[in-house]
């Protein structure tokens, strides 16, 4: 029996997938969270094998919930399932140490073998998400992929509109190590404000902005 920990901040989707999953005599669904701290406290009562996580949650993302979880349980599986197919989002949940990454457009019975493979420790990605990643290590090393993981965060956080305030509390940090953290960001990117930074995390697709409206 694989023991599946669902992690996503939509009740509904939860329900979806837990239905789903139970229907099959191998799956069992022993958890639910919405959020990283949840993912990180239900996992240690519910001991699953695999962790099914969105990498959209309240508060902190999913890439803090993969962290946080195989922090405290190395041998943890993680298999992404998430609507963001931008090669800087799969590939930083992959150095958070996910094992898989597919598409919200798959179809349910990838995800089903998606977890019984991560279970046995294999890679699985989605055919969209294994063509991203080959076009990203054809072109070379992206600008995104020189941050770590959780300066990866700060500036999706960032982008996403949250102040440097807010950002510090989602992450359980203070205001000072986040600007410092947007500072080091700045520094490996080579730009010289927010303004610029907002720029160049709209070319990589982590944040939908009209460049052409804005330059006009």
């Known amino acids: 029996m694989i023991r599946i920990l669902l992690v996503d901040d939509h009740a509904v989707v939860r329900n979806g997938y837990r239905r789903l999953l139970d229907a099959e005599i191998d799956l069992q669904v022993v958890g639910e969270a919405a ?3 949840e993912a990180n406290e239900v996992m240690l009562h519910t001991r699953p094998d695999v962790a099914l996580v969105d990498l959209s949650l309240r508060g902190s993302s999913g890439f803090e919930a993969i962290r946080g979880m195989l922090a405290r349980r190395p041998d943890l599986k993680i298999l992404v399932l998430s609507m963001h197919e931008e090669a800087g989002h799969i590939t930083q949940a992959l150095r958070c140490g996910a094992l ?5 457009h798959c179809e349910p019975l990838d995800v089903i073998d998606g977890i019984r493979k991560v279970a ?3 890679r699985v ?4 998400i294994a063509q991203i ?5 054809a072109a070379g090393e992206g600008a995104l992929q020189q941050l ?5 965060e700060v500036l999706r956080m960032l982008v996403r509109g949250d102040s440097s305030q807010a950002i510090a509390g989602a992450m359980q940090l203070s205001p000072k190590t986040i600007l410092n953290y947007l500072s080091l960001i700045r520094q490996k990117l080579g730009v010289e404000n927010d ?9 990589h697709g982590l944040v939908t902005w009209n460049l ?4 006009a």
């Open 120 to 122: 046995t420790g294999k």
């Open 133 to 137: 990643l080959a076009c990203e290590s």
């Open 35 to 37: 959020r990283a701290d």
């Open 195 to 203: 303004f610029k930074l907002l720029h160049l995390a709209a070319r």
């Open 100 to 104: 898989g990454y597919l598409s919200k």
């Open 125 to 128: 990605f989605s055919p969209e």
């Open 148 to 152: 770590t993981p959780r300066e990866f």
């Open 212 to 215: 052409r409206a804005d330059a």
